[in-house]
């Protein structure tokens, strides 16, 4: 049974660093099939897919947040990371991790986590 | 960036009904395209890949159809449990975009 599970601080200043990670359980971050990704959903609105990494480490960033985010690995623990810097009340949302099964010529994301409710304010 | 919109934005229909749900993208996607449930509270749900095929353990009274630009879902007979917000989503090109949702109430 593959489970994904986001955690980290859900509430965060103006200005500062966003920081989830998401564990993942039942797959291996290792896996050269799949792409691990954030996807967003501010309270209320549709979903905004972030970027993912791959097992080597590449990734790929949406280009709306490239500047301020970096999404990285740890194959040791089995987790990836996001981290999303210079944060404003525009970045207050529900913050999924998911897998993106890219071993089929058509990709889906097959598992995503509950979410986790991130807010942005002082 | 390939835009998706969805039409109807909001549909209201009774136990029984059948609805269809339209995703128009903005430029040719083949049949990179996914469906997904969304229930309040929760994580969206995967219905459909490669524009028609059904996921694995999803009600067969749910399908998908078409390529290139425009696609839909399709639930035949709705279910009191199938009223939710249904996003597509494309799967082409990066960044990957989702529509921006239809909410199926209840009449």
């Known amino acids: 049974q593959v489970q994904l599970q986001e955690s980290g601080p859900g509430l965060v200043k103006p200005s500062e660093t966003l920081s989830l990670i998401c564990t993942v359980s039942g797959a291996s971050v290792r896996s050269r099939d799949y792409y691990w990704t954030w996807i967003r959903q501010p309270p209320g609105k549709g979903l905004e897919w972030i970027g993912y990494i791959y097992y080597n480490g590449g990734s790929h960033y949406n280009p709306s947040l490239k500047s301020r985010v970096t999404i990285s690995v740890d194959t040791s623990e089995n987790q990836f990371s996001l981290k999303l810097s210079s944060v404003t009340a525009a970045d207050t949302a529900l913050y999924y991790c998911a897998r993106e099964n890219q071993g089929v010529m058509f990709p889906f994301f097959d598992f995503w986590g509950q979410g986790t409710l991130v807010t942005v304010s002082s | 960036d390939i835009q998706l919109t969805q039409s109807p934005s909001f549909l209201s229909a009774s136990v029984g009904d059948r609805v269809t749900i339209t995703c128009r993208a903005s430029?040719?996607?083949?049949?990179?395209l996914a469906w997904y449930q969304q229930k309040p509270g929760k994580a969206p749900k995967l219905l459909i890949y490669?524009?028609?095929t059904l996921q694995s353990g999803v009600p067969s009274r749910f399908s998908g159809s078409g390529s290139g630009t425009e696609f839909t879902l399709t639930i035949n007979s709705l279910k009191p449990e199938d009223f939710a917000t249904y996003y597509c989503?494309?799967?082409?090109?990066?960044?990957?975009?989702f529509g921006q949702g239809t909410k199926v109430e209840i009449k």
């Open positions: 430029q040719g996607i083949s049949s990179y």
């Open positions: 989503q494309q799967l082409n090109s990066y960044p990957s975009t």
């Open positions: 490669a524009a028609s």
